[in-house]
């Protein structure tokens, strides 16, 4: 076969119905657009969420305290202190698969600023509570084991506590009140953005574990914490850590084995990732319902595709009777189908590509267009081409010569 030959005479038909051309190229269009943009969709919120699990910290458990029952109404978990700060001790020096530990009481206050107030939620809790959270201090210094001893009066500002009460300024080495008593504010904490569930993380303020418990939020229940943050020392301990808690802190509770827990242990880092399954699956359904038009747009090849051969069966007629062979006239109309899958492909990418900046710019709703996302439409759009395209060079090559001929 002179493929170059081939590859000319099929430019040469699609270039005289260039209407027509135009209009079966349309479907391959919309649906490698469409693909395109809808992957960039659902890869964007996969990324998202795969930031936001990041932002959370790494290998992460959860201890709250127990629930009550009052009247025969049952309140959640935490509402009950149970937790002690010796239970995140004895978490921290005794497991060998946890890495760190932090007790943690929290609450909500106002934070006062000279003529400005935030109301955010506070954490009292040790160093450890910022390395478990892998969260950087980027003004200022962080807390430190002296602080907590020394039941310092000193804070850590989250960034929208800051931007609310500052502007800005320089926060650090400011004093804010927080219920009515004084604060040092020693640093400002690194932006961390919004959970998957919608929460600001950066709305915080961070204070000693001890000055917390001494004059905000641990009168009532003095050396008690709702909560206690625990980082495993690896994914693969993640399992072992949450049972070893659990044990551990039934024997300090002494409780009976035919007693509920007086606690709840919550692995973050599986629920979080069950979300990016989510998305990722939210991503591929989004893929395969735009690769519908995709398949649209071949019946749509096959269809003009079969009108051609109709329209050239004198045509082909004649180039078999000169010699051409079953597989050149083949060949012939597969290319014509591929060349229109290729271009429609081409022109698809750049749309998809723009209608997904259009979607992140306009929506606010983060798009990531991928090269292996474009690489796969194109290819697809290419496969398409040559699957609807096959039956009619099929039956273009089957024609009998003297019969194409007789043709009118």
């Known amino acids: 076969m002179n493929f170059p030959m081939t590859l000319r005479i099929a430019f040469k038909a699609l270039n005289r119905n260039k209407m027509r051309s135009s209009l079966t190229m349309l479907g391959i269009i919309i ?16 990324a998202r969420i795969q930031e936001q699990i990041a932002s959370m910290g790494s290998n992460l458990l959860i201890i709250l305290s127990g629930s009550a029952t009052s009247g025969g109404i049952r309140f959640g978990s935490g509402s009950v202190p149970t937790l002690t700060v010796d239970d995140a001790k004895a978490i921290a020096t005794e497991l060998p698969s946890v890495k760190y530990a932090a007790p943690v009481l929290t609450g909500i206050a106002q934070i006062v600023s000279g003529n400005q107030n935030w109301s955010t939620i506070t954490y009292g809790s040790t160093p450890e ?23 310092a009066k000193v804070c850590l500002l989250g960034q929208t506590v800051a931007d609310n009460l500052f502007g800005e300024m320089d926060p650090v080495g400011q004093v804010v ?23 600001d993380q950066d709305d915080t303020v961070y204070v000693p574990l001890t000055t917390a418990q001494r004059l905000l939020f641990g009168r009532n229940f003095p050396g008690m914490v709702r909560s206690i943050s625990v980082q495993a020392t690896g994914a693969e301990t993640l399992q ?25 242990v ?12 989510s998305a990722r699956v939210m991503s591929l359904l ?32 004649i180039r078999l009777a000169v010699g051409a062979r079953e597989r ?13 899958s290729l271009i429609g492909g081409l022109i698809g990418l750049l749309i998809g590509v723009s209608a997904s900046q259009l979607i992140s710019h306009f929506f606010k709703w983060p798009t990531l267009v991928s090269p292996q996302a ?22 273009a090559a089957k024609l009998d010569p003297i019969e194409a001929l007789r043709y009118e």
């Open 374 to 395: 474009l690489l796969l439409s194109f290819s697809f759009a290419g496969g398409v081409g040559i699957f609807f395209g096959f039956y009619p060079a099929r039956k």
């Open 31 to 46: 649906g490698v657009g469409a693909v395109i943009a809808m992957i960039a969709v659902g890869s964007g919120a996969k």
């Open 328 to 340: 050149d006239i083949l060949y012939q109309f597969l290319i014509e189908a591929l060349v229109l």
């Open 177 to 199: 009140r927080i219920k009515k008593f004084p604060f040092t504010v020693i640093g400002v904490l690194a932006l961390k953005g919004q959970t998957t569930w919608g929460q």
């Open 240 to 264: 072992q850590a949450q049972e070893e808690i659990t044990q551990l802190l039934r024997q300090r509770h002494r409780l009976r084995p035919d007693q509920e827990n007086d606690f709840s």
């Open 286 to 317: 989004l893929g395969a319902i735009a690769s519908i038009a995709l398949l649209v747009g071949g019946i749509g090849i096959m269809n003009i595709m079969l009108v051609s051969v109709t329209e050239r069966t004198r045509e082909i007629g």
């Open 129 to 151: 509570a910022l390395l478990i959270r892998d969260w950087p201090v980027v003004m200022g210094r962080a807390l430190t084991q002296a602080d907590v001893d020394s039941k």
């Open 266 to 277: 919550r692995n973050l880092t599986e629920a979080m990732s069950t979300a990016e399954e």
